[in-house]
């Protein structure tokens, strides 16, 4: 089975400084990765996903994380952060070469940005 | 592409009644997921459809729970006899199958009160 750890529950940080949001996850298999941003009492939306190449991902909003196979981690980072980053970040997991399978989520990193 | 909807947005019941949320996919979108995400938590899994496959149904919570995509479009989630631990989001996601990965895209979510 596959577990995914976000390891703060919270994480404040200064208008335009820089965050990182940490998760290690757990597998037996080989797994694709992404990172899910959830506004207030909305949905969620993809970030970005690391399949395969690269280890250095780039999403949307200024956003990127780097998958490091060994420490199993697959961090979020922006360097400079806006008030409107403020939300709840999920990374999940879903495995590699299984016809694709639902995703597993952490519990979520609460990002405040404050002014 | 209008993106995943979800009807109705909120619910307020009343314990021992019955629920029923609706899921409309993309268009063309022949997967589609259920989750629960409950305060403070990931969303979790409960069921997919292939089409009207249901592929996995073994996570839903309980007997009382289920799940139907009748035409493999749209589909439907009901909660019978509900019970306060069912209050929570219901989130839907569909995807659809290209190449190695498919991107789950999620709806705003169905938030049930069970009073």
């Known amino acids: 089975a596959q577990s995914v750890t976000q390891l703060d529950s919270q994480v404040p940080v200064f208008e335009e400084a820089p965050v990182e949001l940490r998760c290690n996850y757990s597998?037996?298999?080989?797994?694709?990765l992404f990172w899910y941003v959830q506004y207030p009492n909305q949905g969620l939306q993809l970030l970005l996903k690391y399949l395969s190449g690269s280890t250095l991902v780039k999403g949307i909003n200024g956003f990127e994380a780097e998958f490091n196979k060994s420490q199993t981690s697959f961090h979020l980072r922006k360097p400079s952060v806006h008030i409107s980053d403020t939300a709840e970040y999920f990374c999940a997991v879903s495995l590699r070469n299984s016809g694709n399978t639902p995703l597993v989520f952490g519990k979520g990193t609460r990002l405040s940005v404050i002014a | 592409d209008t993106g995943v909807s979800q009807d109705p947005r909120h619910k307020i019941t009343k314990r021992g009644q019955n629920v029923t949320f609706r899921c409309d996919p993309i268009s063309e979108h022949n997967r589609l997921y259920w989750y629960r995400q409950t305060l403070g938590q990931g969303p979790e899994f409960l069921t997919y459809f292939q089409n009207e496959a249901q592929l996995e149904k073994s996570r839903l919570l309980s007997d009382r729970f289920s799940a139907e995509r009748p035409k493999g479009s749209f589909s439907t989630l009901e909660i019978q006899r509900t019970e306060q631990g069912d209050s929570a989001m219901y989130l839907c996601?569909?995807?659809?199958?290209?190449?190695?990965?498919?991107?789950?895209?999620f709806g705003p979510g169905t938030r049930l009160l069970v009073l």
């Open positions: 597998s037996s298999v080989s797994v694709y």
């Open positions: 996601a569909s995807s659809s199958r290209s190449g190695r990965l498919e991107t789950q895209y």
